[in-house]
T-cell receptor, first 112, second 113 residues
Framework: AQSVTQPDIHITVSEGASLELRCNYSYGATPYLFWYVQSPGQGLQLLLKYFSGDTLVQGIKGFEAEFKRSQSSFNLRKPSVHWSDAAEYFCAVSNRDDKIIFGKGTRLHILP | DTEVTQTPKHLVMGMTNKKSLKCEQHMGHRAMYWYKQKAKKPPELMFVYSYEKLSINESVPSRFSPECPNSSLLNLHLHALQPEDSALYLC????????????FGEGSWLTVV
């Protein structure tokens, strides 16, 4: 069965530090991969997506993610976090013929 | 423009009330979705409309009744809800159904008292 795993429920980093949020998936077909961010009391905003091509994808707000097929991973990175990046981050997977499946989310906390 | 607009932002209703949540998108998307999200959980799919026809109902109780009047509008009619139905209800759309990029609205916070 298809699944998405975000191993870290909470991550705390200092403002200005680098960030990596992990995402692993289990999917039989070539996956479409997404990262969404949800600030408190808000809806989900798409950060970036991977369908095919270059495995390093750039997104909004300075985020990037790298698709590694051999590791079934799609980790999200940012070189320097800002206090406004504190939010819930969801990794998601689908393919052309299937509904999107969300991971359980990682809550990012930023220390001043 | 990737905007999905939901109204109202907040709704408090009694268990005997009838209310509706509304959603609108003007991106020309042909698929629209309702999700339910409880605190500290990912969104759970409720319904999918594809080309204005209901294509997926994730075994949602009949007290939730979706309606898609046209390709830009999606409603969720609520009747005889339970307190455990209190949640954030998210509308979303995508160019077509399944697999494509989904764009979410800001959500409607529902409290059932």
């Amino acid at each position: 069965a298809q699944s998405v795993t975000q191993p870290d429920i909470h991550i705390t980093v200092s403002e200005g530090a680098s960030l990596e949020l992990r995402c692993n998936y289990s999917y039989g077909a070539t996956p479409y991969l997404f990262w969404y961010v949800q600030s408190p009391g808000q809806g989900l905003q798409l950060l970036l997506k991977y369908f095919s091509g270059d495995t390093l994808v750039q997104g909004i707000k300075g985020f990037e993610a790298e698709f590694k097929r051999s590791q079934s991973s799609f980790n999200l990175r940012k070189p320097s976090v800002h206090w406004s990046d504190a939010a819930e981050y969801f990794c998601a997977v689908s393919n052309r013929d299937d509904k999107i499946i969300f991971g359980k989310g990682t809550r990012l906390h930023i220390l001043p | 423009d990737t905007e999905v607009t939901q109204t109202p932002k907040h709704l408090v209703m009694g268990m005997t009330n009838k209310k509706s949540l509304k959603c609108e998108q003007h991106m020309g998307h042909r698929a629209m979705y309702w999700y339910k999200q409880k605190a500290k959980k990912p969104p759970e799919l409720m319904f999918v409309y594809s080309y204005e026809k209901l294509s997926i109902n994730e075994s949602v109780p009949s007290r939730f009744s979706p309606e898609c009047p046209n390709s830009s509008l999606l409603n969720l009619h609520l009747h005889a809800l339970q307190p455990e139905d209190s949640a954030l209800y998210l509308c979303a759309s995508s160019p077509d159904a399944l697999g494509n990029t989904i764009y979410f609205g800001e959500g409607s916070w529902l409290t059932v008292v």
